[in-house]
């Protein structure tokens, strides 16, 4: 049964770059079609969309987070990561990561997700 | 960016009842549209995808319809569990996905 788990500092200084991974287990991040990404959600409010990546290294970005976003792939240890820079309290979420699964020639719907993190950004 | 806005925001409903929430997108996204549900400190779960399509596992009483910009999702029978938000998120492009601000179903 596939899983997946974020992990990273719950504590992030304002201006410092927030590292996440999601490792994958019960399944190759490599054996399909999928995406694999983030997203997150301020305390108490909705979500938002940051971005996606597939066993290649193919990725796709949240335009409004591009610019401070990178998202990359370890095939070898069944894992992605994020990466968002210069954070500012704006920035304090759950972050979740999930399997991005697509049935035509668009998008994606999300069918797995791990438990969340919550990044708390303060000094 | 495509817009997706649902209504009502907060719903009030009893064990039995059938609820119905509405999704809009502020463009036609043919049938790329998924509906979550979320509880309280946990990760959103998939219940439909392409707008009508069950997601395996999700009971029956969820059901999904629609296309172009508007969306419902029925839950024809309210059951104690299902006291939760949901979302939906379309996908007709490949960046960025959207979500609506989500529905809040309370018990009445």
């Known amino acids: 049964q596939l899983q997946l788990q974020e992990s990273g500092p719950g504590l992030v200084k304002p201006s410092e770059t927030l590292s996440l991974t999601c490792t994958v287990s019960?399944?190759?991040?490599?054996?399909?079609?999928?995406?694999w990404g983030w997203i997150r959600q301020p305390p108490g409010k909705g979500l938002e969309w940051i971005g996606s990546?597939?066993?290649?290294?193919?990725?796709y970005y949240n335009p409004s987070l591009q610019s401070r976003v990178t998202i990359s792939v370890d095939t070898s240890k069944n894992q992605f990561s994020l990466k968002l820079s210069s954070v500012t309290a704006a920035d304090t979420a759950v972050y979740y990561c999930?399997?991005?699964?697509?049935?035509?020639?668009?998008?994606?719907?999300?069918?797995?997700w791990g438990r969340g993190t919550l990044v708390t950004v303060s000094s | 960016d495509i817009q997706m806005t649902q209504s009502p925001s907060t719903l009030s409903a009893s064990v039995g009842d059938r609820v119905t929430i509405t999704c809009r997108a502020s463009q036609s996204i043919s049938s790329w549209l998924a509906w979550y549900q979320q509880k309280p400190g946990k990760a959103p779960k998939l219940l439909i995808y392409k707008a009508s399509s069950l997601e395996s596992e999700v009971p029956s009483r969820f059901s999904g319809s629609g296309s172009g910009t508007e969306f419902t999702l029925t839950i024809s029978s309210l059951q104690p569990d299902d006291f939760a938000t949901y979302y939906c998120?379309?996908?007709?492009?490949?960046?960025?996905?959207?979500f609506g601000g989500g529905t809040k179903v309370e018990i009445k």
């Open positions: 019960g399944g190759s991040i490599s054996s399909s079609s999928d995406y």
């Open positions: 999930a399997r991005h699964r697509s049935v035509g020639p668009t998008g994606w719907h999300l069918d797995l």
């Open positions: 990546i597939y066993s290649s290294g193919s990725t």
């Open positions: 998120q379309q996908y007709s492009t490949y960046s960025p996905l959207t």
